[in-house]
């Protein structure tokens, strides 16, 4: 039996992948009713199958008594919305969305809705579409906002209380400070481990390729793990962070340079000190609670 | 009660690590008698309470009944083995070892004993020491022989009957191919992704350092394993490696450019195919049954 409850807690979600979908189970297990809408009619399917909301369709029409609505879109359907979306959210609504890139959202949102929040679950697996989604993806996760001069501070801690309910650690910062950091430590690892990837593609010599092929191993693995991931992803996010990735590829330069100069010149010592202190600053990245 | 076996299959490990310890438990576990020797007393102690060997010790004596011996060393301590280490090795086992790197081990240890087989089980976790060891390490993965001109045939098929016998998936081929093959899968993602921190080590933003720490997720930790491992380890595969690690340092900086130009030139459809190509290319290095 459903639990009704008012409309101030009917909650859409546009796109039913990893994240909607994750969200969907989560929110629901939470007594929120869930309206979800996806792009195909067959996925709609699959999705009311392994029940990611308890209203699923193909219409956005669905979004009309909801009044909070997250777009849980690739990042290049955010930037670039339906104008058939823009029209079906209602204007009363609070819209948050879960983009990796924050300062070109805010360009594109902020003109389309008053109540807007710029926001983003750290969350993840290799996984992507309605098959996806699965729960307690965000507990213990951090979810950040970048609220802006123009945020409305009510709709701000709608989001806020949406992420803690998920279990999330909540933190704000601005757009451009966001997109830097995020630059570093998830964008530009996507592009190193693919440049990994590429130049095991571009072997030649079949006899060492056949024998990298068997040899690798658990450290190829993880190494390759995200460069690997989905290149609509890959390519969405590099355009719209491009500034802040080529500034982070410029530095991530230096260190290769620097670790190959200790190479050619035979600085073992100094090779050691700097892998001491990788070993030594990698926890940091790694606790969940960094209060 | 001990399962007394004869000579033949009494096998010395002489380190009680990752490697060394997960060989005595599914050794052991096969009927093995194993003696396994450890460089400190207190990790002879804790390696008793764990069960890795039936007889542990830091006297090299209790290797004297082996007829096979695994040399589960730091790859430095392989290269440059103690004196009483050499003398110590019964004149007619079978010896063998893990290290990493297969050109310079044989150029060693070809001259020290007769029956010396270079070999190399792909296999590992970030954990290492006394503590690491555990059941069915080495199951499904591969373990390679780069057996040379001088190499004992019977030698080697004691040890191939050995990976075999543990679950391994056995493959031969040369030393300097191996060390090239190796140098890609293995040796270079350590670097590359130890460049990632190290320039994030660097970022004196207080601001965006503190935020990076907050946002990095899965993504971060994958990319970043292998370059946060063991420094001493590193130093000695990059050490040991060094001219087919250059070699690949080089091949990686041409694919970094590659990615680099197409983001500064805005070729997006380009970044895609590669990024597609690599998505393709992964799973050809995860499969365990490549045959």
Do not use: A, H, V
């Given at each position: 039996m459903k639990k009704q409850l008012n409309n101030s807690n009917n909650i859409g979600i546009i796109g039913l992948g990893l994240i909607g979908g994750s969200l969907g189970l989560d929110l629901q297990a939470l007594g929120y009713e869930i309206y979800g809408v996806t792009h195909r009619a067959d996925t709609a399917k699959r999705a009311e199958e392994r029940g990611l909301a308890q209203t699923i369709s193909n219409?956005?029409?669905?979004?009309?008594?909801?009044?909070i609505i997250i777009l849980a879109l690739p990042l290049s359907n955010i930037l670039q919305p339906d104008s058939g979306l823009i029209d079906a959210l209602p204007p009363n609504a609070v819209i948050t969305d879960v983009g990796s890139v924050k300062g070109p959202v805010i360009e594109v949102w902020e003109k389309l809705h008053p109540y807007f929040i710029a926001s983003h679950p750290m969350a993840g697996t290799n996984q992507a579409g309605v098959e996806a989604g699965r729960r307690n993806?965000?507990?213990e996760k951090t979810w950040v906002a970048t609220p802006t001069a123009k945020t409305n501070p009510k709709s701000l801690e709608v989001v806020h209380q949406l992420a803690c309910s998920l279990g999330c650690k909540w933190i704000t910062t601005n757009a451009d400070l966001h997109d830097q950091a995020v630059g570093l430590i998830s964008h530009l690892p996507v592009l190193i481990s693919g440049a990994l990837l590429h130049m095991i593609a571009q072997e030649n010599d079949q006899e060492i390729s056949t024998l990298a092929k068997n040899l690798a191993s658990t450290g190829f693995a993880d190494t390759t793990r995200v460069g690997g991931g989905n290149p609509v992803l890959g390519v969405s996010m590099t355009k719209s962070n491009r500034s802040h990735i080529l500034h982070a590829l410029d530095k991530y330069h230096e260190s290769i340079e620097l670790i190959k100069e200790k190479i050619i010149s035979e600085k073992w010592e100094e090779l050691h000190e700097l892998l001491i202190v990788n070993e030594r600053i990698r926890p940091d990245f790694l606790k969940v609670d960094k209060t």
């Open positions: 219409d956005l029409q669905i979004l009309k008594n909801c009044s993806l965000f507990k």
